[in-house]
Protein backbone atom coordinates (compact mmCIF):
# COMPACT_ATOMS: atom_id res chain seq x y z
CA UNK A 1 0.00 0.00 0.00
CA UNK A 2 2.71 2.56 -1.39
CA UNK A 3 1.06 4.15 -4.52
CA UNK A 4 -1.16 3.10 -7.33
CA UNK A 5 0.08 0.68 -9.94
CA UNK A 6 -2.20 -0.71 -13.24
CA UNK A 7 -1.46 -3.62 -15.55
CA UNK A 8 -3.05 -5.29 -18.24
CA UNK A 9 -6.51 -3.81 -19.94
CA UNK A 10 -9.20 -1.88 -18.02
CA UNK A 11 -12.11 0.39 -18.48
CA UNK A 12 -11.71 4.31 -18.42
CA UNK A 13 -14.10 4.11 -15.20
CA UNK A 14 -14.56 1.75 -12.68
CA UNK A 15 -18.52 0.29 -12.44
CA UNK A 16 -18.78 0.64 -15.98
CA UNK A 17 -19.60 -1.70 -18.83
CA UNK A 18 -16.02 -3.20 -19.81
CA UNK A 19 -16.43 -5.91 -22.77
CA UNK A 20 -12.74 -5.77 -24.01
CA UNK A 21 -12.83 -8.93 -25.95
CA UNK A 22 -17.15 -8.45 -26.71
CA UNK A 23 -17.92 -10.10 -23.21
CA UNK A 24 -18.81 -8.61 -20.16
CA UNK A 25 -16.17 -8.84 -18.07
CA UNK A 26 -16.71 -8.84 -14.02
CA UNK A 27 -15.27 -6.29 -11.54
CA UNK A 28 -14.16 -7.60 -8.18
CA UNK A 29 -13.38 -4.92 -5.54
CA UNK A 30 -10.87 -5.97 -3.28
CA UNK A 31 -11.26 -3.05 0.18
CA UNK A 32 -9.61 -2.15 3.35
CA UNK A 33 -11.46 -1.38 6.16
CA UNK A 34 -14.81 -1.51 4.46
CA UNK A 35 -15.14 0.60 1.76
CA UNK A 36 -13.26 3.17 3.32
CA UNK A 37 -9.57 1.98 3.34
CA UNK A 38 -7.30 1.35 0.22
CA UNK A 39 -8.83 -0.84 -2.50
CA UNK A 40 -8.01 -2.70 -5.54
CA UNK A 41 -10.32 -3.21 -8.47
CA UNK A 42 -9.72 -6.21 -10.65
CA UNK A 43 -11.85 -7.34 -13.86
CA UNK A 44 -12.67 -11.03 -13.86
CA UNK A 45 -13.46 -12.67 -17.38
CA UNK A 46 -15.86 -15.25 -14.99
CA UNK A 47 -17.88 -14.12 -11.94
CA UNK A 48 -15.65 -14.11 -9.33
CA UNK A 49 -18.03 -15.56 -6.40
CA UNK A 50 -19.25 -18.42 -7.92
CA UNK A 51 -18.64 -21.81 -6.47
CA UNK A 52 -19.44 -25.46 -7.33
CA UNK A 53 -18.78 -27.25 -4.06
CA UNK A 54 -17.69 -27.11 -0.58
CA UNK A 55 -15.88 -29.49 1.93
CA UNK A 56 -15.67 -28.94 5.44
CA UNK A 57 -11.95 -29.59 6.37
CA UNK A 58 -12.37 -29.40 10.72
CA UNK A 59 -10.49 -27.16 12.51
CA UNK A 60 -6.70 -25.84 11.77
CA UNK A 61 -4.37 -29.10 12.57
CA UNK A 62 -2.38 -26.30 14.75
CA UNK A 63 -6.12 -25.57 16.67
CA UNK A 64 -7.60 -27.09 19.84
CA UNK A 65 -9.90 -30.11 18.39
CA UNK A 66 -12.51 -28.25 19.89
CA UNK A 67 -12.21 -24.68 18.24
CA UNK A 68 -16.19 -23.45 17.33
CA UNK A 69 -17.12 -22.77 14.29
CA UNK A 70 -18.00 -25.02 10.75
CA UNK A 71 -16.81 -24.45 7.06
CA UNK A 72 -16.58 -21.08 5.55
CA UNK A 73 -20.07 -20.26 3.59
CA UNK A 74 -22.65 -17.33 2.76
CA UNK A 75 -25.60 -18.22 4.51
CA UNK A 76 -29.61 -17.24 4.17
CA UNK A 77 -31.65 -17.43 7.40
CA UNK A 78 -35.26 -17.63 7.06
CA UNK A 79 -35.43 -15.43 10.03
CA UNK A 80 -39.52 -14.23 9.88
CA UNK A 81 -40.19 -18.39 9.85
CA UNK A 82 -38.73 -17.87 13.46
CA UNK A 83 -42.07 -19.20 15.78
CA UNK A 84 -44.21 -16.58 16.90
CA UNK A 85 -44.82 -15.78 20.70
CA UNK A 86 -43.91 -14.11 23.89
CA UNK A 87 -42.76 -10.59 24.30
CA UNK A 88 -40.70 -8.30 22.30
CA UNK A 89 -38.33 -8.57 25.46
CA UNK A 90 -38.27 -12.12 26.32
CA UNK A 91 -39.43 -14.15 23.63
CA UNK A 92 -36.44 -12.83 21.02
CA UNK A 93 -33.69 -15.30 20.01
CA UNK A 94 -30.76 -14.47 18.75
CA UNK A 95 -29.11 -15.17 15.36
CA UNK A 96 -25.70 -13.54 15.20
CA UNK A 97 -23.04 -12.21 17.31
CA UNK A 98 -20.00 -11.19 18.13
CA UNK A 99 -18.62 -8.62 20.93
CA UNK A 100 -19.63 -5.20 19.80
CA UNK A 101 -23.70 -6.34 18.73
CA UNK A 102 -26.13 -8.79 18.43
CA UNK A 103 -28.62 -9.66 15.61
CA UNK A 104 -32.14 -10.81 17.21
CA UNK A 105 -35.38 -11.81 15.72
CA UNK A 106 -38.88 -11.68 17.52
CA UNK A 107 -41.87 -12.13 16.48
CA UNK A 108 -44.25 -11.48 19.97
CA UNK A 109 -47.81 -11.62 20.04
CA UNK A 110 -48.59 -9.37 23.11
CA UNK A 111 -46.97 -6.41 25.03
CA UNK A 112 -44.10 -6.52 27.85
CA UNK A 113 -45.47 -7.22 31.24
CA UNK A 114 -43.22 -5.58 32.91
CA UNK A 115 -40.57 -2.70 32.36
CA UNK A 116 -37.33 -4.23 30.85
CA UNK A 117 -34.13 -2.51 30.58
CA UNK A 118 -30.54 -3.97 28.47
CA UNK A 119 -27.51 -3.27 30.84
CA UNK A 120 -25.25 -4.78 27.96
CA UNK A 121 -26.34 -2.76 25.04
CA UNK A 122 -27.82 0.12 23.41
CA UNK A 123 -30.54 -1.57 20.99
CA UNK A 124 -32.29 -0.29 17.84
CA UNK A 125 -34.50 -2.90 16.40
CA UNK A 126 -36.44 -2.11 13.05
CA UNK A 127 -39.82 -2.41 13.09
CA UNK A 128 -40.58 -5.10 10.11
CA UNK A 129 -44.18 -5.42 10.98
CA UNK A 130 -46.20 -3.70 13.78
CA UNK A 131 -46.96 -0.33 15.89
CA UNK A 132 -47.31 0.86 19.07
CA UNK A 133 -45.89 2.75 21.59
CA UNK A 134 -42.62 2.95 23.77
CA UNK A 135 -43.18 4.00 27.73
CA UNK A 136 -40.65 4.98 29.67
CA UNK A 137 -39.60 7.31 32.30
CA UNK A 138 -38.48 10.08 29.32
CA UNK A 139 -42.12 9.55 28.20
CA UNK A 140 -44.03 7.86 24.93
CA UNK A 141 -42.86 6.76 22.34
CA UNK A 142 -44.63 6.22 19.00
CA UNK A 143 -43.87 3.40 16.34
CA UNK A 144 -45.06 2.27 13.38
CA UNK A 145 -43.77 -0.32 10.10
CA UNK A 146 -40.85 0.43 8.90
CA UNK A 147 -39.37 2.35 11.68
CA UNK A 148 -36.08 2.13 13.66
CA UNK A 149 -36.35 2.74 17.59
CA UNK A 150 -33.56 3.44 19.35
CA UNK A 151 -33.64 2.84 23.35
CA UNK A 152 -30.34 3.44 25.23
CA UNK A 153 -28.59 1.32 27.37
CA UNK A 154 -29.73 0.54 30.90
CA UNK A 155 -33.10 2.87 30.53
CA UNK A 156 -36.31 0.92 32.00
CA UNK A 157 -38.62 0.50 29.35
CA UNK A 158 -41.53 -1.36 28.19
CA UNK A 159 -43.17 -2.27 24.27
CA UNK A 160 -46.16 -1.92 24.27
CA UNK A 161 -47.84 -3.71 21.17
CA UNK A 162 -50.90 -2.60 19.10
CA UNK A 163 -50.78 -6.11 17.25
CA UNK A 164 -48.46 -8.94 16.76
CA UNK A 165 -44.98 -8.00 15.05
CA UNK A 166 -41.98 -8.61 14.04
CA UNK A 167 -38.78 -6.78 15.00
CA UNK A 168 -35.05 -7.14 14.10
CA UNK A 169 -32.98 -6.46 16.57
CA UNK A 170 -29.14 -5.12 16.73
CA UNK A 171 -28.10 -4.71 19.92
CA UNK A 172 -24.68 -2.33 19.99
CA UNK A 173 -23.00 -4.01 22.92
CA UNK A 174 -20.37 -1.17 22.14
CA UNK A 175 -22.98 1.47 21.39
CA UNK A 176 -25.51 2.75 18.42
CA UNK A 177 -25.06 6.34 17.69
CA UNK A 178 -25.35 8.72 14.80
CA UNK A 179 -22.00 9.20 12.65
CA UNK A 180 -19.65 11.29 13.54
CA UNK A 181 -19.59 12.96 10.32
CA UNK A 182 -22.67 13.80 9.78
CA UNK A 183 -22.41 16.66 12.54
CA UNK A 184 -21.46 19.90 12.42
CA UNK A 185 -18.94 21.40 15.11
CA UNK A 186 -21.96 22.73 17.06
CA UNK A 187 -23.76 19.24 16.86
CA UNK A 188 -26.20 19.89 14.59
CA UNK A 189 -26.73 17.26 11.52
CA UNK A 190 -25.28 18.96 8.48
CA UNK A 191 -27.44 20.11 5.54
CA UNK A 192 -25.44 17.33 3.12
CA UNK A 193 -26.33 14.46 6.25
CA UNK A 194 -28.64 11.65 4.70
CA UNK A 195 -31.42 13.18 7.32
CA UNK A 196 -32.23 15.77 9.36
CA UNK A 197 -33.51 16.78 13.02
CA UNK A 198 -37.33 16.89 11.74
CA UNK A 199 -37.11 13.07 10.72
CA UNK A 200 -36.71 11.98 14.39
CA UNK A 201 -39.74 11.01 16.46
CA UNK A 202 -39.03 11.96 19.80
CA UNK A 203 -41.01 10.90 23.66
CA UNK A 204 -43.89 12.39 23.94
CA UNK A 205 -44.71 14.40 27.00
CA UNK A 206 -48.82 12.80 27.87
CA UNK A 207 -51.06 15.73 30.03
CA UNK A 208 -50.11 15.01 33.42
CA UNK A 209 -46.94 13.74 33.19
CA UNK A 210 -45.40 10.57 32.77
CA UNK A 211 -46.31 9.84 36.19
CA UNK A 212 -49.90 9.60 35.01
CA UNK A 213 -49.65 6.62 32.91
CA UNK A 214 -49.55 3.71 34.36
CA UNK A 215 -46.47 1.67 34.60
CA UNK A 216 -45.66 -1.89 35.95
CA UNK A 217 -44.03 -2.28 39.23
CA UNK A 218 -41.57 -5.09 38.08
CA UNK A 219 -38.27 -4.83 36.20
CA UNK A 220 -36.40 -7.24 34.48
CA UNK A 221 -32.39 -6.37 33.72
CA UNK A 222 -30.23 -8.11 31.43
CA UNK A 223 -26.68 -8.06 32.38
CA UNK A 224 -24.09 -10.21 31.06
CA UNK A 225 -26.42 -12.10 29.29
CA UNK A 226 -28.19 -13.08 32.53
CA UNK A 227 -31.66 -11.46 33.58
CA UNK A 228 -32.35 -10.72 37.17
CA UNK A 229 -36.18 -9.75 38.26
CA UNK A 230 -36.59 -6.56 40.42
CA UNK A 231 -39.74 -5.55 42.03
CA UNK A 232 -39.83 -1.99 42.25
CA UNK A 233 -41.24 -0.45 45.71
CA UNK A 234 -42.55 2.90 44.25
CA UNK A 235 -43.37 4.14 40.62
CA UNK A 236 -40.74 3.73 38.13
CA UNK A 237 -42.68 6.80 36.22
CA UNK A 238 -42.36 9.24 39.33
CA UNK A 239 -40.67 11.78 37.17
CA UNK A 240 -41.71 15.60 37.18
CA UNK A 241 -39.30 16.77 33.89
CA UNK A 242 -36.26 15.89 32.27
CA UNK A 243 -33.75 17.23 29.64
CA UNK A 244 -30.59 16.35 28.28
CA UNK A 245 -28.87 14.34 24.96
CA UNK A 246 -30.24 10.64 25.99
CA UNK A 247 -33.57 9.43 24.81
CA UNK A 248 -35.39 6.81 22.87
CA UNK A 249 -36.25 8.02 19.37
CA UNK A 250 -37.74 7.05 16.11
CA UNK A 251 -36.70 7.53 13.11
CA UNK A 252 -38.89 6.08 9.78
CA UNK A 253 -36.44 3.97 7.11
CA UNK A 254 -37.92 5.42 4.11
CA UNK A 255 -37.08 9.27 5.50
CA UNK A 256 -33.48 8.18 4.64
CA UNK A 257 -32.21 10.29 1.94
CA UNK A 258 -30.24 7.97 -0.39
CA UNK A 259 -27.38 9.16 -2.94
CA UNK A 260 -26.47 8.56 -6.52
CA UNK A 261 -23.75 8.81 -8.31
CA UNK A 262 -22.59 8.57 -11.73
CA UNK A 263 -21.60 4.97 -11.14
CA UNK A 264 -21.83 2.61 -8.74
CA UNK A 265 -21.40 4.22 -5.35
CA UNK A 266 -19.98 1.84 -2.12
CA UNK A 267 -22.36 0.70 0.74
CA UNK A 268 -20.50 3.13 3.02
CA UNK A 269 -22.75 5.63 1.15
CA UNK A 270 -25.92 4.28 2.98
CA UNK A 271 -24.54 4.01 6.41
CA UNK A 272 -27.42 5.19 9.25
CA UNK A 273 -26.44 4.58 12.62
CA UNK A 274 -22.59 3.64 13.89
CA UNK A 275 -21.73 1.85 16.47
CA UNK A 276 -17.83 0.42 17.98
CA UNK A 277 -16.88 -1.96 15.49
CA UNK A 278 -20.04 -1.77 13.36
CA UNK A 279 -22.28 0.09 10.91
CA UNK A 280 -26.04 -0.22 9.90
CA UNK A 281 -26.95 1.15 6.39
CA UNK A 282 -30.17 1.31 5.03
CA UNK A 283 -30.96 0.60 1.43
CA UNK A 284 -34.30 2.11 0.24
CA UNK A 285 -35.74 2.78 -3.36
CA UNK A 286 -33.84 5.29 -4.85
CA UNK A 287 -32.70 6.60 -8.70
CA UNK A 288 -29.40 4.14 -9.47
CA UNK A 289 -26.54 5.45 -11.79
CA UNK A 290 -26.42 8.24 -14.60
CA UNK A 291 -23.46 7.16 -16.08
CA UNK A 292 -24.45 5.61 -20.07
CA UNK A 293 -22.67 2.73 -19.42
CA UNK A 294 -22.93 2.11 -15.95
CA UNK A 295 -23.79 -0.97 -13.82
CA UNK A 296 -26.23 -0.39 -11.15
CA UNK A 297 -26.34 -3.87 -9.60
CA UNK A 298 -24.22 -4.13 -6.92
CA UNK A 299 -20.52 -5.22 -8.21
CA UNK A 300 -18.43 -8.73 -6.78
CA UNK A 301 -16.20 -7.14 -4.00
CA UNK A 302 -13.72 -8.94 -1.07
CA UNK A 303 -14.25 -6.87 2.04
CA UNK A 304 -11.39 -8.75 3.80
CA UNK A 305 -12.29 -6.45 6.80
CA UNK A 306 -16.22 -7.00 7.27
CA UNK A 307 -18.56 -9.59 7.80
CA UNK A 308 -22.03 -8.66 6.36
CA UNK A 309 -25.30 -9.65 6.95
CA UNK A 310 -28.64 -7.93 5.26
CA UNK A 311 -32.18 -8.22 6.71
CA UNK A 312 -34.76 -8.13 3.47
CA UNK A 313 -37.78 -6.02 4.30
CA UNK A 314 -39.59 -5.35 0.89
CA UNK A 315 -39.59 -4.68 -3.06
CA UNK A 316 -36.97 -6.38 -5.74
CA UNK A 317 -33.25 -7.07 -4.41
CA UNK A 318 -31.21 -6.39 -7.39
CA UNK A 319 -28.60 -8.91 -7.01
CA UNK A 320 -30.64 -11.52 -4.97
CA UNK A 321 -32.41 -14.82 -5.92
CA UNK A 322 -34.61 -16.51 -4.01
CA UNK A 323 -34.78 -13.60 -1.54
CA UNK A 324 -37.89 -12.97 0.58
CA UNK A 325 -38.92 -9.88 3.13
CA UNK A 326 -37.70 -11.39 6.23
CA UNK A 327 -34.74 -13.24 5.18
CA UNK A 328 -31.51 -12.34 6.73
CA UNK A 329 -28.16 -13.31 4.78
CA UNK A 330 -24.39 -13.96 6.15
CA UNK A 331 -21.65 -13.02 3.76
CA UNK A 332 -18.46 -13.84 5.67
CA UNK A 333 -15.29 -12.24 5.67
CA UNK A 334 -12.83 -14.62 3.39
CA UNK A 335 -14.84 -14.90 0.64
CA UNK A 336 -16.14 -12.58 -2.26
CA UNK A 337 -19.77 -12.13 -2.65
CA UNK A 338 -21.55 -10.25 -5.31
CA UNK A 339 -24.88 -10.89 -7.16
CA UNK A 340 -26.65 -14.08 -8.26
CA UNK A 341 -26.04 -15.12 -11.70
CA UNK A 342 -27.75 -13.25 -14.72
CA UNK A 343 -28.78 -10.23 -12.45
CA UNK A 344 -24.90 -8.34 -12.59
CA UNK A 345 -26.01 -8.48 -16.55
CA UNK A 346 -29.80 -7.76 -16.23
CA UNK A 347 -29.08 -4.20 -14.13
CA UNK A 348 -27.64 -2.68 -17.08
CA UNK A 349 -29.93 -0.41 -18.31
CA UNK A 350 -32.32 0.20 -15.52
CA UNK A 351 -32.34 3.06 -13.60
CA UNK A 352 -34.39 2.76 -10.52
CA UNK A 353 -34.05 0.39 -7.81
CA UNK A 354 -37.35 -0.70 -5.36
CA UNK A 355 -35.43 -2.66 -2.67
CA UNK A 356 -35.90 -2.18 1.21
CA UNK A 357 -33.57 -3.49 3.57
CA UNK A 358 -31.04 -3.20 6.62
CA UNK A 359 -27.64 -4.16 6.20
CA UNK A 360 -25.29 -4.58 9.05
CA UNK A 361 -21.20 -4.54 8.75
CA UNK A 362 -18.99 -5.86 11.59
CA UNK A 363 -15.31 -5.66 11.58
CA UNK A 364 -15.52 -8.84 14.05
CA UNK A 365 -17.04 -12.08 12.97
CA UNK A 366 -20.10 -13.12 13.32
CA UNK A 367 -20.68 -16.48 14.50
CA UNK A 368 -24.38 -17.90 14.17
CA UNK A 369 -26.78 -19.63 17.16
CA UNK A 370 -28.31 -22.84 16.80
CA UNK A 371 -31.29 -20.69 16.43
CA UNK A 372 -29.57 -19.67 13.44
CA UNK A 373 -28.73 -22.80 12.03
CA UNK A 374 -32.42 -24.08 12.56
CA UNK A 375 -33.73 -21.70 10.07
CA UNK A 376 -30.66 -21.35 7.55
CA UNK A 377 -31.47 -22.53 3.89
CA UNK A 378 -29.00 -25.13 3.26
CA UNK A 379 -28.83 -24.38 -0.58
CA UNK A 380 -27.62 -20.68 -0.41
CA UNK A 381 -23.92 -21.34 -0.73
CA UNK A 382 -24.42 -22.76 -4.01
CA UNK A 383 -26.53 -20.70 -5.68
CA UNK A 384 -23.77 -18.93 -7.03
CA UNK A 385 -22.65 -22.43 -8.92
CA UNK A 386 -21.03 -21.88 -12.37
CA UNK A 387 -21.80 -25.59 -13.54
CA UNK A 388 -25.43 -24.16 -13.15
CA UNK A 389 -26.12 -20.22 -13.97
CA UNK A 390 -29.56 -20.38 -13.50
CA UNK A 391 -29.27 -22.20 -10.00
CA UNK A 392 -31.03 -20.04 -6.75
CA UNK A 393 -31.35 -21.27 -3.45
CA UNK A 394 -34.37 -23.33 -2.22
CA UNK A 395 -37.30 -21.49 -2.16
CA UNK A 396 -39.72 -22.13 0.43
Known sequence: MIHRIARGRIPDKPHTVFEPDGALFYELCFTRRGFEGAHTILYHRKP?????????????????????????????????????????????????????????????????????????????????????????????????????????????????????????LIEGRSFVDIPAQFRNPAGQLRMDAPYSHRDFRVPEWPEGGIESVAAP??????????????????????????????????FPILSYQAKTGLVHLPPTIHTTFAGGGFVVCSFVPRMVDTHERAIPCPYPHTSVDCDEAIFYVDGSFTSRKGIAPGSITLHPTGLPHGPHPGTYEASIGSRRTSELAVMIDTFRPLVPTAAAIALEDSGYNRSWSGADPAAAPDTP
Not at 64 to 80: C, E, M
Not at 225 to 239: A, K, Q, Y
Request: net charge negative; aromatic share 10%.
Open 48 to 168: PHWIDSEKDLGPHPGLSPDAPGGALHRSHYRAADTPAGGTPFLGRKLLLANSDCGLWISRPDRSEESLVSNADADELTFVHEGSGQVHSPLGILRFEKGDYVYVPRGLAHRFVLDAPALFL
Open 217 to 250: RGLVVQRGGRLTSFEMSHNPFDVAGWDGFVWPFA
